[in-house]
């Protein structure tokens, strides 16, 4: 087309477009193509998030070994994911290593990272160089992700996470330790579970939590969140490095958890597919000291209503008077009927103090094997109203129909 007949779009509108198919990564390859001012604004997008592990780190470090891309890409990193392997034909060599320190060096010295997630690693096998280069970019982010992570020792934990200056949120997973130490000894001031009264006040003004557990075998996964309103003080660092080492997989019991969390815990999420031999650890778990919980889920999408086992002795032991949203996901039955023998239970127990405050009732309907059977969501809908009718003229009750695979 010839220069005159060009049209030029303003540069707003260019960037809008560019804006709108931020979600979408093969589209963002090709505007990167269009000229360089829509170049520089998809990289913004492209790369805001990236993952290092051994099939994407040598890739990356070609990128910062050239002058423009180096400039462009690196800058506009804000969230690094390093990833892990167990796979004996492409672990994290010394070459690769390598690669990760001069990555992470660079990316230290701009000072633009916002979040840090490191998954499946041995902290050892980091090297020296590699975990002092995390202790610099510590320094600089607001939020911290670890799963699955496997340190020497506690202390190594807590150095780390002492670091991280200006956490507003971490989230652990599996936080394991070689020598089977759990706790801190050598910082604790009492070797009770709970936290002490002079600083709960304190804590509870500085951190929320929330916790998922989720059945597997030999015991649950623990995945912890915790969300700070201000710069953490020692004795929350020490607090939150104590309750990062119980969600160990191996070591960890979820009660201990539980108990330790206290009235920190707002949001508790229970998940139990296909795992049944974990009912009767989930049915044991103590909540009983958890009296801030504001968000309450069971989450069971695999299995019919009434063979959810451990559904009802957990609400028994609720004693938080906040509870504002109580979700519970569960199998379409065509049997409905027989499943429904459990609602009048649980009626009962939501007619007690501690449910006044609930805002929404919401029930999920994993309807995979009833697709498209108007005639059964209406008889599951019915039956809940009928029998939770206080609730549903409160208009507390919400119904959900998903479809979910095994």
């Not at 709960?200 to 929330?210: T, V």
């Not at 309103?229 to 020490?238: H, M, V």
Request: aromatic share 8%; hydrophobic share 40%.
């Amino acid at each position: 087309m010839p220069a005159h007949m060009m049209i030029r779009l303003p540069p707003e509108l260019q960037e809008n477009i560019i804006d709108i198919l931020s979600w979408d990564k093969e589209s963002l390859l090709t505007t990167s193509l269009v000229c360089k001012h829509w170049r520089y604004r998809t990289y913004a997008h492209a790369f805001v998030s990236i993952t290092l592990s051994t099939h994407t780190v040598d890739a990356f470090r070609s990128f910062l070994d050239s002058s423009f891309s180096r400039s462009v890409m690196f800058s506009r990193v804000r969230r690094l994911r390093i990833l892990g392997t167990y796979l004996a034909n492409r672990p994290w060599t010394t070459k690769r290593l390598e690669s990760l320190l001069a990555i992470l060096s660079y990316l230290a010295s701009q000072r633009v990272l916002s979040l840090l997630s490191i998954e499946h690693f041995s902290w050892s096998l980091l090297g020296l160089e590699v975990i002092s280069c995390l202790g610099r970019i510590a320094r600089m982010i607001t939020s911290l992700e670890m799963e699955d992570v496997r340190f020497p020792h506690a202390r190594d934990y807590s150095e780390f996470l002492g670091a991280c200056l200006p956490l507003r949120s971490i989230t652990l997973r599996s936080v394991e330790f070689l020598d089977g130490e759990v706790v801190l000894q050598e910082d604790m001031e009492s070797s009770s579970d709970m936290i002490s009264l002079d600083s709960l006040d304190e804590l509870q003004s500085q951190i929320q939590c929330g916790l998922e557990l989720r059945s597997s075998e030999p015991a649950l996964e623990k995945r912890l969140n915790c969300l700070f309103s201000e710069k953490l003080s020692k004795q929350a660092s020490w607090e939150i490095t104590r309750l990062g080492a119980r969600t160990s997989l191996t070591e960890g019991n979820a009660s201990c958890l539980l108990r330790s969390l206290g009235p920190l815990l707002t949001r508790l999420t229970i998940v139990s597919r296909q795992h049944v031999l974990s009912d009767r650890t989930i049915s044991s778990l103590d909540i009983s000291n958890n009296t801030s919980i504001q968000y309450l889920s069971f989450f069971s999408p695999d299995r019919v209503f009434g063979m959810i086992s451990w559904l009802l002795p957990i609400l028994k032991q609720v004693t938080t008077t906040n509870l504002q949203i109580l979700e519970i996901a569960f199998a379409a039955s065509r049997q409905f009927y027989i499943d429904q023998r459990l609602l009048p239970h649980i009626s009962r127990e939501l007619d007690r103090v501690e449910f006044a405050q609930l805002k929404i009732i919401h029930f999920l309907v994993n309807s995979r094997n009833a697709r498209g059977d108007v005639r059964l969501e209406s008889s599951i809908v019915e039956h809940v109203r009928r029998t939770l009718a206080s609730w549903d003229q409160r208009g507390v009750l919400r119904f959900t129909f998903f479809e979910m695979p095994l």
